[in-house]
Nanobody, 123 residues
Framework: QVQLVESGGGLVQAGGSLRLSCAAS????????MGWFRQAPGKEREFVGA????????YDADSVKGRFTISRDNAKNTVYLQMNSLKPEDTAVYYC????????????????WGQGTQVTVSS
């Protein structure tokens, strides 16, 4: 069993930055691939990016490529989403997800999900 808790969301002006954190409880965090997703009001959930257990591979959706970076600290049981050059269209609830299989995370079918953290970008 893995429990995920996101933090770091808030209100920021366009062009600003935020760093989201997702803290995982439970054992063997290093054995899980992690992903970030977001959902804006009235829209479907969107894949943002994912990172493998070793952190060697990071995938960012085209809409955030070059602006967002995913990283993980296995010693702290935490995965991060650094968001730079934020735009109003980045406004959404951001969720982290975990699964032992990277492909499952990438497909949005991860076994474990956090409760989400709101990110609002003002113009």
């Amino acid at each position: 069993q893995v429990q995920l808790v996101e933090s770091g969301g808030g209100l920021v002006q366009a062009g600003g930055s935020l760093r989201l954190s997702c803290a995982a409880s439970g054992r063997a965090f290093s054995g899980y691939a992690m992903g970030w997703f977001r959902q804006a009001p009235g829209k479907e959930r969107e894949f943002v990016g994912a990172i493998t257990q070793s952190g060697a591979v990071t995938y960012d959706a085209d809409s955030v490529k070059g602006r967002f970076t995913i990283s993980r600290d296995n010693a702290k049981n935490t995965v991060y989403l650094q968001m730079n050059s934020l735009k109003p269209e980045d406004t959404a609830v951001y969720y982290c997800a975990a699964d032992r299989v990277y492909g499952v995370v990438r497909a949005g079918q991860a076994a474990y999900w956090g409760q989400g953290t709101q990110v609002t970008v003002s113009s």
